[in-house]
Each structure stands twice: as structure tokens, then as C-alpha cells.
């Protein structure tokens, strides 16, 4: 899974790249200190957007970073913080590149930010096959993903790969794309795979709808569902766009855990559903909790608010939007308010979702 290079870091090494190459300063450092200011920087701080700016023109004049140091900033950074620190370390790498020994070590530890690491990873094999196997041969539990996802696929290029190796790189694999291909492998061999349990998909649901969203301005108005839910009492039925509804269970057959509203709820338009789904945990356990959806949601675990994006029909992919939840020992609650709007055009009719429950690296959690 190769990451492109944003916009931002393209600019910054194209920035300090003239003032950087070939310079003949000798290999100096800056006191990691210096860096906060870009770990901690936020796009809607201008201050501190101007003060990083600032600090990164100077830090290219002068030309007294260390690549690596840059790196190690990067470990829980910000978004923003990240992109400039990886434009100041490929700028100082092509100044004076850090010793091979030095690179190596870093991309050892697994401690280092992931993207760093797999910075450090192009650097050490660019140009150079048999490194670049070497290395991926041990990386298939990589905590980088696009260091494992490269593993993995190296692993893959075999196509007479046994049930038993196959099942080893499934149970690595993270990416969807890369988790399906697998599966469909197994599937030639004869070896069936509950995809939508692999990733951890909640199919099994119960609903409650349609409640009114015409003008598409409901998504803030909190519908009695809600209340109750955080209080922890849903009631049998209640009062929907028009008139009285009440809970239908639904199973998802799908093996993405896609949900169609539209066709549960005879594409009502201009509409809102709840939909409420329960998950036994053995254990108090740090997860995610991940959803694709194509129209404006709400979440809820536990009666606490962790998602809300108001945004319709602009495209849905797996893990489109990530929380970190907490379950506790016992049954879980989710609740999700799902509203769609009124366009009429053919690609927005559609009313849809996936949610799945998994750790921070995509692995769902066991759950009963």
C-alpha cells in the first residue's frame, strides 16, 4: 500500500530542496525541543500554523537537522505536525544522508511512528530489490501498515500458496482490499471464510423509523430514541414521520455488514432511522469502533456520542470514520442515527452503512 506523498510535504521538499542539496555544512543537529511547535500544531491555530512556517524556512536555511531527529518528533504528532516534520526529514536526508547503521536501528523500533518508520523503509531499499525482500520477509506483523501491506504482498506472489500459509498471512492482514483477495483464495481451495466476522462487521441490528428529515434539518434535532437510549431505556414504539413506528430486526447477509435502509424502509426520502445493535464483550477492552456510511450518521456506545458527520451522498468506503471506544465487560449498546435527504438524482438514492468493532490496527475484537 504505497502512501503518496501529500501535497504539503511535496512542497516543503521542493521548498528546501535547492537550499538543502549539496550543502557542504557539516552534519549538525537541533535540540529536539526545537520541534514541539510542529508535533503540536493545529490547522485552526494561525498562531502556531505561522510560527511553524516560520521555523521551517529557518531550520532549511540553516540546515542544522539530523533526518532521524526530525522522525522521532513525528511519534504522536499531529496530522499537520507529522507533514511538516516529513518534509524537514527527506529535506535533511538529502542533505547528508544518516548512516545506513543509524537508519536500520530506527527502522528496528517498533516504538517509532509508523509512517516514519516506512519513510526510513523507502530510504534504506530504494533502488535495491533484494534489500527490499529481505527486509519484507520478517514484516508481515510490521506494525507499519504500509510496511506490513508490502509484506504481505511479497508473501502473496506465490500462486500455488498452501491453505496453511494462507491462512497465517489472513490472520496478518489488515488491509480490506488485501483481507478479501486472501479470502477469495481460500475459497479456491476449497476453505470457507465468514468475511464480514473476519473484519468484525455488526450485522446483526434492530430499527426503528422512518422520523422526518425533510429539508435536511434534522440531524441535530435529538428524536426521543436518543434520550432513552442514554438513559438507557428504549421504548416499544414511538411517533415517526407518519405516524406510529416500532423496532424491526434486520441480519445483515452481506460480507461488508452493509446495511440497506433504502430497502428496508421502501426508499423513504427525506427520512431518519435508528438502528440499535448489542455486542458482548468477556472483557473491559480499548477498541475502535469503524463506519462506512454514503449519508449523514450519528453513533452512540454506551450513550455516549463517538461519530457525527453530517454529510451525504459524497462517497462511503470501509473505515471511512474511526472512534476510539472503550467496551465494557458484558453487553455494549450502539446506536445509530442514520438521516438521508431529498436529492432525486440516481447516484443518491442511496440509504446505506457498515460499521465493525476491531483494535487500532483494523484486527476485529473478539466478541460474543
Not at 341 to 356: M, P, T
Request: net charge neutral.
Amino acid at each position: 500500500m504505497k502512501k503518496n506523498v501529500s501535497g504539503l510535504v511535496f512542497l516543503l521538499a521542493l521548498q528546501f530542496a535547492p537550499l538543502l542539496t549539496g550543502s557542504s555544512i557539516a552534519l549538525a543537529d537541533v535540540n529536539p525541543q526545537q520541534l514541539e511547535i510542529f508535533r503540536k500544531v493545529q490547522p485552526s491555530d494561525e498562531v502556531a500554523v505561522a510560527q511553524a512556517s516560520k521555523l521551517a524556512k529557518e531550520l532549511s536555511t540553516r540546515g542544522d537537522l539530523q533526518s532521524l531527529t526530525a522522525l522521532r518528533a513525528m511519534k504522536g504528532a499531529s496530522s499537520l505536525g507529522k507533514n511538516w516534520l516529513l518534509g524537514l526529514a527527506n529535506a535533511a536526508q538529502n542533505r547528508q544522508a544518516a548512516s545506513k547503521a543509524d537508519l536500520e536501528a530506527f527502522l528496528k523500533d517498533q516504538n517509532q511512528d509508523p509512517e516514519a518508520r516506512y519513510t526510513v523503509f523507502r530510504w534504506l531499499v530504494e533502488g535495491n530489490v533484494e534489500a527490499r525482500k529481505q527486509w519484507l520477509a520478517s514484516m508481515t506483523e510490521d506494525s507499519s501498515p504500509e510496511i506490513r501491506y508490502e509484506a504481505i504482498e511479497l508473501a502473496l506472489e506465490p500462486t500455488d500458496l498452501p491453505e496453511a500459509k494462507l491462512q497465517l498471512l489472513l490472520d496478518s492482514a489488515r488491509q480490506p482490499e488485501q483481507v478479501t483477495a486472501i479470502i477469495q483464495r481460500l475459497d479456491k481451495l476449497g476453505v470457507k471464510v465468514d468475511q464480514a466476522k473476519h473484519f468484525g462487521f455488526l450485522t446483526q441490528w434492530k430499527f426503528v423509523g422512518p422520523f422526518d428529515n425533510v429539508g435536511s434539518n434534522k440531524f441535530d434535532m435529538a428524536y426521543p430514541v436518543e434520550a432513552d437510549f442514554v438513559a438507557g431505556k428504549l421504548a416499544d414504539g414511538y411517533t415517526g414521520k407518519t405516524g406510529a413506528v416500532s423496532w424491526v430486526s434486520e441480519t445483515s447477509s452481506s460480507s461488508e455488514g452493509l446495511v440497506d435502509l433504502a430497502k428496508l424502509f421502501n426508499n423513504e426520502k427525506g427520512c431518519i432511522v435508528y438502528g440499535v445493535a448489542e455486542v458482548n464483550s468477556a472483557k473491559e477492552v480499548a477498541c475502535e469502533l469503524r463506519v462506512g456510511c454514503i449519508n449523514a450518521q450519528k453513533l452512540w456506545v454506551n450513550g455516549e456520542l463517538v461519530i457525527a458527520n453530517e454529510v451525504y451522498h459524497t462517497g462511503m468506503q470501509v473505515d471511512q470514520y474511526i472512534a476510539p471506544i472503550k467496551l465494557k465487560a458484558g453487553v455494549n449498546k450502539i446506536l445509530i442515527k442514520v438521516c438521508q435527504n431529498e436529492q432525486k438524482e440516481a447516484w443518491a438514492q442511496r440509504y446505506i452503512f457498515q460499521a465493525r468493532i476491531c483494535d487500532s490496527t483494523g484486527k476485529a475484537v473478539p466478541l460474543n
